[in-house]
C-alpha cells in the first residue's frame, strides 16, 4: 500500500463506500500512523486476524 493511498481508504471507510478494508501486517503501521491523526478516529474499529492482518470498519459510537 502507498503511504498517499491511506487518507483515500479512510475517507471511503467514512462515507460508506467501502464497508471493510484488511490492512496486512506490513502496512499495518503506516495505516495508523495515519488514522490516528484522524478527529474521529475512535470511530475505526480493527479487528484483528491470524497472521496479523487487520480488517478496519467504521462504525461512529461503538466505544461508548
Known sequence: MERQE???VIEDLRNGSRVSYQVSREDFMS????LIKCEDFQSFRGNAQVGGSVI???EPGWTK
Open 6 to 8: 491511506i487518507p483515500d
Open 31 to 34: 495505516f495508523r500512523s495515519e
Open 56 to 58: 478496519f470498519t467504521y
